[in-house]
């Protein structure tokens, strides 16, 4: 058994967890989305500035709410990469230290790992190999989980992520940030088949598409033209819900087949989603049907854990911990990295 304290600070939450193996002992997340909403996005500095401020409290607390002492812990983990550099630079630096005049071994840990690490928090039983759809902000992944460390891709967005194009529509439509949430709240009273809108296929040059990756720029300036076309047609007031309905309904869609197509074709029977756009209900929707006629099993891990959080980073570690892992204390930071 490996009790972790872990840290995470990639972009705009400032979280702490403990963790004991799969088991979260406590899990505080300080989100800074109040003050970024009002630049209309993250904005990096300014996340850096507030992670400093949090850190210290944010640490405190998990520690107190899980009630143990540093006897308890094994090791102290942070997230190294990818994300925004000073923001990460904060977490590994306090980390570091901690572990330092604690005498731990320190682990960073990348954050997609993480994300898929989450989906244990909630599946204590769950066992490799299984595939992983992970759509954030940042990634719309497929990954071939096959054990702790061995990780492969086979599918990616060729531009924007998923959580991006909803973050993105969301501000063309002036819904605000995050876009992800609203757009979701408004779709639900809206019709899903009221605009048709290209799934966000990459197109192959012999013909055909490619069938794990998406390309979700497209889908987002197809809605930019069909609030323009609705303008230009005097239309007023704009019909909101239906676009934010057809909008989400064609990326649920899209990245339902290609998760499904995934799975089948690598013999894959489970299917673990994390990332923040598995909150989303259309994908849940949309996703867990097609796994049910297909017999899969689709596994969405609570909504704390599908957001950027600590505990998903505690988990990822303690299990690196148990295999006698530990990074060198001149681990530094780095914005991209494969996984
Ligand atoms: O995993 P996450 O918290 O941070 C990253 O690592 O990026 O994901 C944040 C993203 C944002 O783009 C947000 O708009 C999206 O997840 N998101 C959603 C929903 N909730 C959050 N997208 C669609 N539907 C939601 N309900
Ligand atoms: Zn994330």
Redo the contacts with the bound molecule.
């Keep these: 058994m490996k009790t972790v304290l872990a840290l995470e600070t990639?972009?705009?939450?400032t979280a702490a967890a403990v963790v004991r193996d799969r088991t979260v002992l406590s899990n505080i997340v300080a989100s800074q989305i109040d003050i970024h909403r009002r630049y209309g996005g993250v904005v990096p500095e300014v996340a850096s500035r507030a992670h400093v401020e949090n850190l210290g409290a944010v640490v405190a607390a998990a520690l107190q709410d899980a009630d143990v002492t540093w006897a308890d812990i094994d090791g102290v983990a942070a997230t190294c990469a990818p994300?925004l550099v000073g923001a990460l630079m904060v977490g590994v630096t306090a980390g570091k230290t901690l572990a330092m005049l604690h005498s731990k071994p320190f682990l960073g840990i990348h954050?997609l790992e993480g994300?898929i690490y989450a989906s244990y928090l909630s599946q204590r039983a769950l066992q490799p190999p299984y595939l992983c759809l992970l759509?954030?902000?940042?990634?719309t992944s497929l990954i071939h989980v096959q054990d702790c460390g061995q990780y492969e891709l086979l599918g990616k967005t060729r531009d924007d992520?998923?959580?991006?194009?909803?973050?993105k529509v969301?501000r063309l439509l002036d819904l605000g940030?995050?876009?992800?949430?609203v757009?979701?709240?408004l779709a639900a009273q809206g019709d899903p088949t009221a605009f048709k809108l290209p799934e966000g296929n990459i197109s192959l040059p012999g013909g055909g598409v490619h069938p794990y990756d998406s390309s979700f720029s497209g889908l987002k300036t197809a809605v930019l033209r069909l609030v323009q076309s609705l303008q230009d047609d005097g239309i007023d007031p704009m019909p909101v819900n239906d676009l934010c309905a057809s909008f989400?309904e064609t990326?649920a869609k899209g990245l339902t087949k290609r998760t499904i197509r995934c799975a089948q074709d690598y013999g894959l029977t489970t299917i673990a989603v994390?990332?923040?756009?598995?909150?989303?209900?259309?994908?849940r929707q949309h996703l867990s049907a097609a796994a049910a006629e297909q017999g899969l099993q689709v596994l969405f891990p609570p909504?704390k854990y599908?957001?950027?959080?600590a505990a998903m980073i505690g988990c990822a570690a303690a299990d690196h911990l148990a295999r006698g892992h530990q990074s060198d204390f001149k681990l530094g930071t780095r914005s991209r990295m494969d996984l």
């Excluded at 990639?10 to 939450?13: G, I, L, N, Q, Y």
């Excluded at 992520?161 to 973050?167: I, L, R, S, T, V």
């Excluded at 940030?177 to 949430?181: A, L, S």
Aim: hydrophobic letters at 30%.
């Design positions: 990639s972009c705009d939450e994300g954050h994300h759509v954030s902000g940042g990634h992520a998923a959580g991006e194009a909803f973050d969301a940030y995050p876009g992800g949430p757009i979701d709240k989400q990326v994390g990332g923040g756009v598995a909150a989303n209900s259309g994908l909504l599908c957001t950027d959080n």
